[in-house]
Nanobody, 127 residues
Framework: QVQLVESGGGLVQAGGSLRLSCAASGRTFSRLDMAWFRQAPGKEREFVAAIRWSGFITNADDSVKGRFTISRDSAKNTVYLQMNSLKPEDTAVYYC????????????????????WGKGTLVTVSS
């Protein structure tokens, strides 16, 4: 089992930055894929970015493109989401997800069915 705990959310002014962290604990796997999602009030969960065990990165082709960056510190079993130029529309609960199967995603639908999910951290961007 893998447990995921997100942190780093909070209140920030538009144009500001935040860095979210997701710490993974439990059994260590050599092939651990991780991803970030977000869910705004009244909206469906939305894929943000993913980083595979190999380091390959997939970014969402939406409003976060070019502003958010996913990274990983394997030694600390932690992934990060650096968020710059934040907008009020970015307000959401941000979730971390992980998968140990080492599968090759054929499309983004794979990421919505990952094995493990954190409880989320709230990001609020004021104008």
């Amino acid at each position: 089992q893998v447990q995921l705990v997100e942190s780093g959310g909070g209140l920030v002014q538009a144009g500001g930055s935040l860095r979210l962290s997701c710490a993974a604990s439990g059994r260590t796997f050599s092939r651990l894929d991780m991803a970030w999602f977000r869910q705004a009030p009244g909206k469906e969960r939305e894929f943000v970015a993913a980083i595979r065990w190999s380091g390959f990165i997939t970014n969402a082709d939406d409003s976060v493109k070019g502003r958010f960056t996913i990274s990983r510190d394997s030694a600390k079993n932690t992934v990060y989401l650096q968020m710059n130029s934040l907008k009020p529309e970015d307000t959401a609960v941000y979730y971390c997800a992980a998968d140990t199967r080492g599968l090759v995603p054929k499309n983004l639908a794979f990421y919505y069915e990952m094995e493990y999910w954190g409880k989320g951290t709230l990001v609020t961007v004021s104008s």
